[in-house]
C-alpha cells in the first residue's frame, strides 16, 4: 500500500512539475509579432520588418526591449506607456556613460537615445549600400526635428556651402560634431558649427583623419582611403603630378628669365642702328576686348584653381569656398568669352589664322624657333612679319590654335561637367567618377598656365618689348625699319 502510495505522490509531483514548467515556457516564450506587425499589416500595426530583418538589432528578441507585463499582449491593440520599453541602458549600458558625457555637453543634452535613433531600422554604415543611403539612414535622427527642406537639400543656414548637393551627401555630424567628440554625441550649437573647409579639403585633413583613420601606406596619392571612397578637391592628390606641374612652371619662368637675360646683354653689345618706327592698325576694338577679358578671365581661374586644388591653410587670404564661388563664375564668363570668340572668327574669316595652313610648314616652325634660339641675339629681322592678312608667325599659329581650339574645350568641357557634380556617377571604371573629369581639368589648366607664362614673355620679342602690349591697347601694329645710308638711292 505504501508502495502505490509512494507511486501516486511521484506522478502527482510529476505533473505538478511539468504543468509549472509549461507555464513557465509559455511566460518565457516569445510571441510572434509578426504575424500583425508586419510591412504589409495595417497602417497601427505596420513594423519595418524588411529593416529589422537588416539592422543591428535583428537578432534581439522583441521581449527583451518591450516588456511583457501579465496580459500586455493578450490586448490587441496594445495599450503602450512609458513603461512599455526597456531603456537602452540594458545593453548598453557602459557605452551609454560616454554617450551621456558627450550628449549632456552638447545642445541635445534632454534627448533620449530612441528620440533620434530608430531602434527597428538602425544599421552600421555598410560599404555595400550607396553613399546616398548611407547617409539618409544616419541623417534620419536629426530630421525628425529639423525640417526637411532645411538639411535634405542644405537649404536654409547653409547657403555659404559650394556645392550644396553635394555636401548633402555627408552626415550632419561631420560638421555639427567637434573633432574632440569620440563618439559624435556632442551636438554643437549652429553657430559653432564647423565652417572650416580645410578640415576636410586638405591633404592633412582632420575630419577624414577621424572617420576613415591614418593610411600608412606609402603611395603618392595624399589620403587614400578617402580616394577609395569620393573624390575631394584639395584632399585627394597625385604628388608626383602636381611636383612635375609646379616644376613647369618653374622652368618656364627660368627659361623666359634667362632668355631676357641673354637679350639684354647681346642687345648691349650690338652697335646702334638707326632705324624708322612703322606703324599699321591690325587689332580690331572687339579683338582686343576680347584679348584682355580672356587675360583677366585666365589670371583669376589660375590663381583660384590652384587654391582649390592644393586646399589647405586656415584663414587664407583667399577662402576655399570663395575660390570655389568666383572660379565657377569666372569659368562660366570664360566659356561664353569663348563662344563669342568661335562665333567672331568665323564671322570674319579669322578662323583660317589659327586653322589654316602654317606658312612654309615644317620648315617655318623650325626657322622661328631657331629664330628665337639664335636670331634674335644677333639682332636679325624677324623671319615673319604680321599683316592684317595674316597676324601669326608659323609658331604662333600652332600654339594658339592648340590652345584655343583643344586645350580651351578640353578644359571648358571638363568644367562644366564639375559644375553638376551630383550628376556624375559614383565610380567610373573603379575610381570616384569626378576625379576623371578633375584630372582632365586640372591638367588641362595645368597647360593654359605654363602658355600664358610664356605668352607673357614672348609678348616682349617685339622690335620693343612694348610693343606688342601697346598694340592690345591702341590697335596698332609697331616694327623697325632700319634707316638707309646717307648717298643710297638712284642719283
Known sequence: MRKHAAVLVAVIVAVLLGVVWAERDAVAAPPDCTKCHRDDATDNAKFPLADYGKSVHAKVECTLCHRRAEGFFDVVPHKKTEDDLTGCRACHGQNLKAFNKELQSGVHGDLKCNECHDAHSMTLARETEERAVRTKRANAGCLKCHAQQDLAGLGKGHEWLPSRERHAQMRCIVCHAPLGSEHDHEIVAKAGASRGCEGCHSGKAALVGKYLGTDDRSTWITNPLLFEKAYVPGAVRHRLVDAIVLAIFGLTIVGALSHWLLRTLAAARRPKEAFEVESSFMYPRGLRIWHWTNAALVLGLAITGLRIHFGGRENPILSFEGSFNFHNIAGVILLVTTLVFYVRNAKTGDVGMYLGKPQ????????????????????????????????????????????????????????????????????????????????????????????????????????????????????????????????????
Open 360 to 491: 612654309d610648314g615644317i620648315r617655318g616652325l623650325v626657322r622661328q624657333v631657331g629664330y628665337y634660339l639664335g636670331g634674335i641675339f644677333r639682332g636679325e629681322d624677324h623671319p615673319y612679319h604680321a599683316t592684317r592678312q595674316r597676324r601669326f608667325n608659323p609658331l604662333q599659329q600652332m600654339t594658339y590654335a592648340s590652345i584655343m581650339y583643344g586645350l580651351v574645350p578640353l578644359i571648358a568641357l571638363s568644367g562644366i561637367v564639375l559644375l553638376f557634380p551630383q550628376e556624375v556617377p559614383d565610380r567610373i571604371a573603379g575610381r570616384p567618377g569626378p576625379w576623371w573629369f578633375a584630372t582632365a581639368h586640372y591638367l588641362g589648366g595645368a597647360g593654359l598656365v605654363a602658355f600664358l607664362l610664356g605668352h607673357l614673355y614672348l609678348a616682349t620679342t617685339g622690335d620693343r618689348a612694348s610693343y606688342l602690349y601697346k598694340g592690345m591697347i591702341d590697335g596698332m601694329h609697331r616694327s623697325h625699319v632700319r634707316k638707309k645710308p646717307h648717298g643710297d638711292g638712284a642719283k
